[in-house]
């Protein structure tokens, strides 16, 4: 008994708003898409694709009729974009975003939609470096997690669509408190593309004996920091948005480099290889490795 | 003119001298090969794979005959391996390693080999988490760089086979002094490796909300700590003989490390975007992403 949304508008047709799109109406849970975005050129390929129906240039035109919107756009232009769409939407649309962190967002939000019970916080746990609707694809969210952060002024019915429409595309719903999730992907999202930002930032220009270091990096080193060539400005707004939880999980990640330092420092074999032994065993648990 | 080897000793039959057994026989520079080692089952399953031809079970047995006697096993335990076949070998057998380290590991191997001019410090930069014979491959070299490190004391006769070698199984050959080899290697592989090794370590048992938050791990987590999956003893052996430039790599990444974190915690938002920016540029130079 999946819902069916009349008209969607996607304001920001890149990798997670054009993958949920276009998975959204070939599951058919969607008759028509109205796309929205900075991009002309962006927008135009997400016509092209088939990602969206129609190119929207106000935002009155891009939520005009539409009874479900997305904002998939960084998470520092959300509220504005709210702000823009609220005096032209519909009283009944549903707002839902699709950021990295969610209680500020989804608090502002909130603040600045004339039904806040009808904004519901969402993350689909699906990015990758890629970007722009170049790269969306329709089994982006199939089997992986989203997130869906209710508040205590989330109405029942504006949750249980936003939650159908990510079942019809395949991920697996899961609800929690927006702190919890804003703790957890610090440590297993936002964390990571810090420290992967830095590493390749670290090795910019460096050479030994005229040779420039990055011409002998690895798969390893390509791995470690594939995710540093995700788009900065993304990143630059999930950062501050996330700032504290992000700046506990880095003191942590300090700590584990700190120990790791001082064992190799001070020359400790078993200590070392102890720690290091201990820190295997947690990356193999966690799958996709080749071990 | 590709020389010939009789038989050729390989001291670890893991992924980086199965592959070299293997790739070596399959261009027929190799007649026949001896693997040596501390695991049993992992010499039969070498032998069952056919990476090589006989299981030696003493020191004297490896290298008798042998021409090329190939040292790949953990950096650490090179020297002591170097030590028990000495005084069985042929006074014309080259020696080479595989280790990635090189400065003190050839220092010490050609203080301990009765013809120094034999030994040739060699690097194949072809790593990855997987290891043991099972992951062995005859591609693993092609069209990767191996590095060389020959010294004053390596004799031109010996550099010149062990360039062969390599380069009959498909890798590009460079040469370099042992320091610069280290230096470059600290930056673009033992400090990823520290890193990611500092990641899963830091999100062990961490939990927020009762949720475990390795369990919210995406793909970008994955990527990021795969290195961290690599045996831990050869991780140890190599931060131990590369602590110095370990620690000067490690010094530049805190350094840029700290610099995002300030920018975060002061909410700098268009200087963040630009340091982003700026590592986001040297990661896509890097290639093998999908953006």
């Known amino acids: 008994m999946t819902p069916r949304f009349e008209r969607m508008c996607v304001a920001g047709v890149g990798l997670i708003g054009g993958s949920l ?34 190119i929207a240039t106000t935002p009155a035109d891009a939520v005009a009729g539409a009874d479900v919107i997305v904002l998939a756009a960084p998470v520092g232009a959300c509220v504005g974009l709210a702000r823009s769409f609220a005096p032209h939407a519909r009283p009944d649309a ?41 790269a969306a694809r329709a089994d ?12 205590d002024t989330t109405a029942a019915d504006a949750l249980a669509r936003v939650r159908a429409l990510w079942l019809a595309v395949g991920a697996r719903v899961e609800e929690m408190p927006a702190a919890v999730h804003d703790e957890l992907l610090a440590r297993v999202s936002h964390l990571p593309h810090l420290v992967a930002y830095a590493l390749v930032a670290s090795l910019d220009d460096v050479r030994a004996g005229g040779r420039v270091a990055l011409d002998y990096a690895g798969s390893g080193l390509r791995d470690t920091t594939r995710i540093a060539a995700s788009p900065a400005e993304l990143w630059r707004d999930i950062a501050l948005a996330n700032a504290p939880a992000l700046g506990r999980a880095l003191a942590d990640f300090r700590t584990a480099l700190d120990r790791l330092d001082a064992l190799v420092t001070s020359g400790d074999a078993s200590g070392l290889e102890a720690a290091l032994t201990v820190a295997r065993a947690v990356r193999v648990r966690l799958g996709g490795t080749s071990t």
Do not use: M, Y
């Open 94 to 134: 549903v707002v839902t975003d699709v950021g990295s962190v969610k209680g500020t967002l989804v608090n502002a939000l909130e603040a600045s939609w004339p039904t806040p019970g009808n904004v519901v916080g969402g993350h689909p746990v699906a990015g990758s470096e890629a970007s722009g609707a170049d």
């Open 21 to 54: 799109a276009l998975a959204a109406r070939q599951a058919g849970v969607v008759s028509e898409v109205i796309g929205f975005g900075r991009t002309a050129r962006n927008l135009e390929i997400a016509r092209e694709r088939g990602l969206i129906d129609r």
């Open 140 to 151: 982006l969210f199939r089997g992986r997690a989203c997130i869906l952060t209710p508040t």
